[in-house]
């Protein structure tokens, strides 16, 4: 039985969110808003809560008993191409709580968890219109945050998208923007588009925690060294401080641990997504320290005996691989035909995979996102609002009549980013 403290049974009963508790009227877990996740690394300052992308569920359950090992909020998140309607996992946007809140009640978890919509990719008004319905479908199955993404339009539309789409997301939820395609080093964010993103949102009231960038990194397997430009990210950040902006990094798995601890101590990030170094670590392959997949000189992943899943296993997979005629970095979406395979397997197999996430996730928690012991701000900030809903960081700075349709149409043109190179830059 868990040691539940009275702090912690005060912030289960007055931190979660109306949808979680209409879900899970009787659960222990501490399922909260995303704003609570942000506030408390806030609050301890040059500190960053992981984002784990939970690509299958012994991944979630290893994340899990990282964040409680380092006492540190956690937000488990699955993004659009992952786990939307057209997904390539099993954990999916609408599945993701009940995994999240199980678990949690399994292990005794103590931690705040936010349950997170990672990516929630906007590319044209089909999309927008399917939004729509699609958003409050996702709250009503436990989504306590979500990012909106329309970098893929053009600032212009991005903005109007945001916008359009705000009065379906709740006011208390976390919320997270973002501002050009994660493409490597083409395509580099500027301060001018980001402030056009975020005053044209202010002038609005609609004020979001995370702001992600297109700061250098890319999704998935990195086989470049250029990385996260820590220069470029604490110059935009600088600009948006009037805004209380923080801000969210993605594609962290082929970023060595000192870019990202520079990231942490120069920049506002409050949350760094997780995704392709934990999959790769629950399968048993070898990864760098940072978790960056090792291939061999035939550009094939190197499995460790005796790790992840058993040889038989991966046998299987690398088979149906090559059937698809995938290369390694379509490896992910073997992700969806094999989750129930994996679970399948002997309890000890299924035990090594969540531990070796947990020992990975852990050691990034602690000694590189400097999140250890932050569990007790976010429970503070519960407890001191007596709420779910911790409200904005900030209030609105812009005039609204300077951020009319009209006026955003006019304002876009005095941009001059270079969007990079067309194609499907999707996670």
Not at 381 to 393: E, F, M, Q, R, T
């Amino acid at each position: 039985m868990a040691n539940y403290s009275k702090d912690f049974l005060k912030a289960v009963e007055v931190g979660r969110p109306p949808n979680i508790v209409k879900l899970f009227p009787n659960s222990k877990a501490l399922i909260v808003s995303g704003k609570v996740v942000d506030r408390a690394m806030i609050a301890k300052g040059n500190a960053i809560a992981m984002a784990a992308n939970g690509r299958n569920s012994l991944v979630i359950r290893g994340a899990l008993m990282a964040a409680q090992r380092a006492n540190s909020p956690l937000l488990i998140e699955i993004a659009k191409s992952e786990g939307g309607a057209s997904p390539y996992c099993a954990v999916n946007y609408w599945n993701m709580a009940s995994y999240v809140d199980g678990i949690c009640n399994e292990l005794g978890i103590t931690i705040p968890v936010a349950i997170h919509a990672d990516h929630y990719g906007i590319k044209n008004d089909k999309d927008i219109k399917a939004a729509k319905v699609e958003i409050p479908s996702m709250f009503d199955a436990g989504m306590t945050s979500i990012a909106i993404d329309a970098s893929h339009m053009p600032d212009d539309q991005n903005l109007l998208a945001n916008i359009e789409l705000n009065p379906f997301i709740p006011d208390w939820a976390g919320l997270e923007t973002e501002v050009g395609e994660i493409k490597g080093k083409e395509g580099l964010s500027t301060r001018e588009e980001a402030l056009f993103l975020i005053q044209g949102l202010n002038a609005r009231d609609i004020f979001p925690d995370w702001i992600a960038l297109n700061n250098g990194t890319t999704h998935g397997i990195e086989a470049s060294d250029a990385g996260i430009q820590v220069e470029l990210t604490a110059q935009i950040h600088k600009a948006l401080e009037p805004y209380k902006m923080s801000g969210a990094q993605h594609g962290t798995s082929g970023n060595n641990s000192d870019r990202l601890r520079a990231i942490a101590a120069q920049t506002h990030t409050t949350k760094a997504n997780v995704a392709t170094a934990l999959q790769m670590i629950s399968w048993g392959l070898e990864v760098n320290d940072y978790g960056n997949a090792i291939l061999d000189a035939d550009k094939q992943f190197k499995k460790m005996a005796g790790a992840g899943v058993t040889e038989e296993m991966w046998a299987q997979m690398v088979d149906y691989a090559k059937g698809k005629e995938w290369k390694s970095g379509d490896y992910k979406k073997l992700n969806l035909p094999f989750e129930n395979r994996l679970v399948s397997q002997p309890r000890e197999i299924r035990d090594r995979m969540a531990k070796a996430v947990e020992d990975f996730a852990y050691g990034m928690m602690v000694n590189v996102f400097n999140g250890k012991d932050t569990a007790g701000f976010a429970i503070e900030a519960i407890l001191k609002a007596n709420s779910y809903d911790l409200g904005p960081k900030s209030g609105r700075i812009e005039n609204p009549a300077e951020w009319t349709n009209e006026k955003i149409a006019a304002k876009v043109k005095t941009l001059h980013g270079n969007k990079g190179p067309q194609g499907n830059f999707d996670d």
